[in-house]
């Protein structure tokens, strides 16, 4: 059974970090995609970072706050938060995928196991 458990959220003030890690069970992803998404109350799913091999991929909203690591040999992915704003609060998910398409994995449909969510608020 594969599973992909999330940790580290909580509530932070704006302008503080949080580090968000993914532990994943039950298979290895070392040939496939593993990233981030978020949902905010009312908002679509959305994507924060990817690792294609070894090489990181962000949305302009996150790019230079946000830092995806993954350590395959461990099966874990991991994001570092910094300068959190308001707007960053929803629920993280942790996603992975069995194997590489063409370019970045940055839609939903890319990936093939998620995890259940940690929450993030961010308070102004």
């Known amino acids: 059974q594969v599973q992909l458990v999330e940790s580290g959220g909580g509530l932070v003030q704006a302008g503080g970090s949080l580090r968000l890690s993914c532990a994943a069970s039950g298979r290895t992803f070392s040939s496939g995609p593993m990233g981030w998404f978020r949902q905010a109350p009312g908002k679509e799913r959305e994507f924060v970072a990817t690792?294609?091999?070894?090489?990181?991929a962000y949305p302009d909203t996150v790019k230079g706050r946000f830092t995806i690591s993954r350590d395959t040999a461990k099966n874990t992915v991991s994001l570092q938060m910094n300068s959190l704003k308001p707007e960053d609060t929803a629920v993280y998910y942790c996603?992975?995928?069995?194997?590489?398409?063409?370019?970045?994995?940055?839609?939903?449909?890319?990936?093939?196991?998620w995890g259940q969510g940690t929450q993030v608020t961010v308070s102004s």
């Open positions: 690792m294609r091999y070894n090489r990181p």
């Open positions: 996603a992975a995928g069995t194997s590489y398409g063409f370019g970045y994995a940055t839609r939903a449909v890319d990936y093939d196991y």
